[in-house]
Structures are given as structure tokens and as C-alpha cells.
């Protein structure tokens, strides 16, 4: 039996039977088919389903808060009770955290919104609930009235609720946005101010990979400063139009053919970078790449077929993703040219294209050469769904234990999950080295959360994701050599 609880979201009567109800619920939406429905009924599912999205969030927001609520709590306690300290407690509650993230297939970070979200939606923002739990506002739309009104206090917050209460449903994003910033100013102007003050002290420099081999370089800062740096190199280039006097100066700017923005991107690169003017970056290159890249084809070699399939250089910058290889000997042949030192690793995989080679070492911290292998393996965090970069490397089996210093047994991991797989009820353990010569597979550990949850992690291909599979045990070398003498 479901009853309708006063905040409108239904109550079970047997909580026990949610989990399976769930179940059931994806098992006949995945066996769903919609082969033979009218237009009319088509977009009747496409909006029953919007309505579906929205109350699921709803109770994925409140088992978020019930679940991290209970375990603070009993965290909380341990620490009147001076069980453990309060540092352990915030590793306690990073934790709790870390099993949200994994839960809901995402990163820590996003997992900290997720929880914040949900707490804002049960304990402040009823009327956006409300709106939520019956399928009249996405999550999204959700989102944006909790981010909007994060400055304010829990009285005001609830009066910000009750008046964005009727705009919700029938706003856009962008207008839905506006009202919520003008409720929160109009409720609390020295909240807003000082929201934007502590702003500042998040500023920071990022950048990302692009599509088609380019990458994104993000400043992130004060709007004076921000603009006035681009006021400033956009007065740059349009001053490279202006003769000088100097005849080579004027003659070189005249034959420059770059527009404004490629203009603008070199000399912003140069400037951080502190290069000269058409100098090249130099730099140390990881190039993975296959044996095709530097053996020669058998049908060029003998005029027969090859023995292996006609595939393209593959080369992978650990890091960055995959690159041309044209695209990669270019740029090696330009540092080449300008005389810039230039250091190549060529990192080989195992048969099959797949695994790098591994080291041991006697040592109870992983240095060198041995960093640097884990480093090129486990380039990102090996917790599933943490994007985050692979800052630490730790042992999967704690050297207390027992555990070696090696490849084997290492485990790339950003800083926040290094330190959650050591608390109470986290275990890791390797499940495969990615060293056994009979096929045992990549590099996998298993992690266990401390309600039970397991997750496997295995160790990306040196080339990458997406790569078509070699589809054979044996290297490209070995098929090479063996079709010359069949040849």
C-alpha cells in the first residue's frame, strides 16, 4: 500500500519492499518497446517519462540525505564519545561521500553537490520538492534553486522557496536563474556581496583536452582583471596593423596572414610560456604507438599482402588522448628543425596491444622510473568514474601487510580517494596483475565499500579506449615476422 505523505511524496508502507519495487520498475522500462504507438502516444511516454525522471531524483535526493545524515551522525557521536578525533570523523564523512559518488556513477566532486542538493531539497526547499517529487520540474531545474539561494539563511531560503514556488514549471532556465537572483538579493543583499567576494578567492587556472587535437586553457578570475587582460591583448593585436618605421618589423607583420583569434592564441602562449616569438614548446613526449609506426609493411618490403590489417599509425600521449601519427612526427620534426632538446620515451605494450610492462622494486615508496611506468598506466584516478588526475600512488595491498612495492600492485588514485580506501570497511585487493603470460588479462583491482557494494577497476589500454582490438595473442611483431616467412 502507498500513501501520500504531506510534503507529496509517497510513502511505502513496507520500506523493505522499495529496493525490489525499483528493480522491477527498471526491468519493465529496459523491456519496454514502443513499435506501434500513435504520434499522440509517443509524446504522451516522452512525457510521462520527463515526469518519471524528475519524482526519481526526488527519491534519489532523499535516500542521498537519509544515507549521509545516519552516517554523520553515528561519526558525530564517536566523537563526543571521543572514539576517534574529529579528523577522523571528516575522513569518516569524505568517505560517506566517496560511496555516493560510486552509487551514482560519478565523481567526488559531484557527489559533494549531489549531497548538498539533497539536503537543501528535503530540509529547506520544500516547495521545490514538492515540484519535483511530482514531475513538474526536472533536477536540473531543481539545481538551479538551490544554487541560487546557497548564501542564504535557512529562514530566508524558505521564504525564497515559497515565492519562486509559482514560476517553477513555466520559467525557462535562464529566466528561472534571474528570479532566483533577484529573490536572493532582495532577501539578502550582504549575502550576495559576500558571496561574490569569497568568489575571488577560487580563481585558479585549468585546462582540457578539445576536440581535433586542440586543448582549452581556462582563467578563471576577477571580472576587472579578467577583461582588462583581454582589453589589453586584444589592444595588441589591432596595434600589429600600425607601421612602425622599422622597414623588417613592417614587412614581417605584412606578411603574417594569421587572423585575429590565431594572433591572439600564439602570442597569449608565448607570453605565459615565456618563449620567443616562433619559437617552438619543448617538451618531453610519452608516444605510445604501435610496431606499424616504425616497421615497415610487408606488402612494401615484398609486394605481398600484409600479415596483419592495413591499420593507421596509432599513437596515444598518456594524459591527453589519442593524436595522428602525422600529426605527432610533425611536431617532433619542428622541435628537430629549431634545434630545441628534445626527449622521446617510447613506451611498448605487452602482445595484443594492450598493457605496458611492469617493474618491481625493493622500496617501500614508488619512485622513479617506477612512478613514472604507474604514472603512464594509471593516468587517472583507478576509482570508477573519478576523472580526477592520478596525484598519488599507493599500495593496493598496504605495504603493512605484506603488500610489494611494484607495478602489480600499485594503484593510481587522486588525493580524496588515497585516503577513503583506508578507512574502516574500504578494502582493495588485485584481482589481476596484467602480467600473467597466459592471458590473465589487464590490470584489475577490486574495491569494496562498507556496505558491501563491490567495484572492479581495470587498468585503461596503453593506446587507449576505442581502439579496434589486435584480436590475436601475439604482437604485431610476431605476425610481421611470420609473414615474411611465409612469404
Not at 519535483?132 to 544554487?147: D, N, Q
Not at 616504425?294 to 618490403?301: G, H, K, L, N, Q
Request: charged share 30%; with cysteine; glycine share 8%.
Amino acid at each position: 500500500m502507498i500513501e501520500q505523505t504531506a510534503e507529496g511524496a509517497p510513502e511505502i508502507e513496507d520500506a523493505a519492499m522499495l529496493p525490489d519495487q525499483l528493480d522491477d520498475v527498471l526491468r519493465a522500462l529496459s523491456a519496454a518497446a514502443v513499435d506501434g504507438l500513435s504520434e499522440a502516444d509517443l509524446l504522451r511516454v516522452i512525457t510521462a517519462l520527463e515526469s518519471t525522471k524528475g519524482a526519481a531524483a526526488a527519491l534519489q535526493a532523499r535516500a542521498t540525505s537519509r544515507f549521509v545524515e545516519d552516517r554523520d551522525s553515528r561519526a558525530a557521536e564517536a566523537v563526543v564519545r571521543e572514539e576517534i578525533a574529529r579528523r577522523d570523523a571528516s575522513c569518516r564523512r569524505s568517505a560517506t561521500r566517496a560511496e555516493v559518488a560510486l552509487a551514482r556513477r560519478c565523481s567526488p566532486w559531484q557527489a559533494d553537490r549531489h549531497v548538498g542538493a539533497a539536503k537543501a531539497l528535503v530540509h529547506e526547499l520544500t516547495c521545490t520538492m514538492s515540484a519535483l517529487t511530482a514531475g513538474e520540474i526536472s533536477e536540473s531545474r531543481a539545481v538551479i534553486v538551490v544554487r541560487e539561494t546557497a548564501c542564504l539563511s535557512h529562514a530566508d531560503r524558505i521564504e525564497a522557496d515559497r515565492r519562486l514556488a509559482g514560476d517553477l514549471s513555466t520559467l525557462g532556465d535562464r529566466a528561472l536563474t534571474a528570479a532566483a537572483q533577484r529573490v536572493a538579493i532582495d532577501l539578502d543583499q550582504e549575502a550576495i556581496v559576500e558571496r561574490r567576494r569569497r568568489a575571488a578567492g577560487s580563481r585558479h587556472v585549468g585546462v582540457r583536452p578539445a576536440p581535433d587535437g586542440m586543448a582549452r586553457l581556462s582563467i578563471l578570475g576577477p571580472l576587472p582583471e579578467v577583461v582588462g587582460a583581454y582589453a589589453a591583448l586584444t589592444a595588441a593585436e589591432q596595434a600589429r596593423f600600425v607601421a612602425t618605421g622599422d622597414p623588417e618589423v613592417d614587412a614581417a607583420r605584412a606578411a603574417d596572414e594569421r587572423g585575429r583569434g590565431a594572433w591572439m592564441v600564439d602570442t597569449a602562449l608565448e607570453l605565459l610560456s615565456g618563449r620567443d616569438e616562433g619559437q617552438v614548446q619543448p617538451v618531453e613526449v610519452g608516444l605510445v604507438m604501435r610496431e606499424d609506426a616504425i616497421v615497415p609493411r610487408a606488402e612494401a618490403r615484398t609486394g605481398r599482402a600484409a600479415a596483419a590489417d592495413d591499420l593507421d599509425d596509432e599513437v596515444e600521449i598518456p594524459g591527453w588522448g589519442a593524436v595522428p601519427g602525422d600529426m605527432a612526427r610533425e611536431h617532433l620534426l619542428r622541435l628537430c628543425d629549431t634545434g630545441t632538446e628534445v626527449w622521446l620515451r617510447r613506451l611498448w605494450t605487452a602482445p595484443g596491444d594492450r598493457d605496458l610492462v611492469a617493474m618491481d622494486s625493493s622500496r617501500r615508496l614508488f619512485s622513479g622510473v617506477l612512478r613514472q611506468l604507474i604514472g603512464l598506466r594509471d593516468a587517472t584516478c583507478r576509482v570508477p568514474w573519478c576523472d580526477a588526475p592520478a596525484r598519488q600512488v599507493d599500495h593496493v595491498t598496504p605495504h603493512a601487510r605484506g603488500g610489494g612495492t611494484s607495478a602489480a600492485n600499485a594503484m593510481g588514485a587522486c588525493q580524496r580517494h588515497n585516503l577513503v580506501k583506508e578507512e574502516p570497511g574500504w578494502r582493495t585487493e588485485v584481482v589481476s596483475t596484467g602480467l600473467d603470460p597466459g592471458g590473465g588479462g589487464p590490470h584489475t583491482v577490486r574495491l569494496t565499500t562498507p556496505t558491501g557494494s563491490e567495484f572492479t577497476s581495470e587498468a585503461a589500454p596503453l593506446l587507449g579506449h576505442g581502439r579496434a582490438p589486435l584480436g590475436d595473442d601475439r604482437s604485431r611483431l610476431e605476425i610481421y615476422y611470420e609473414g615474411l616467412r611465409a612469404a
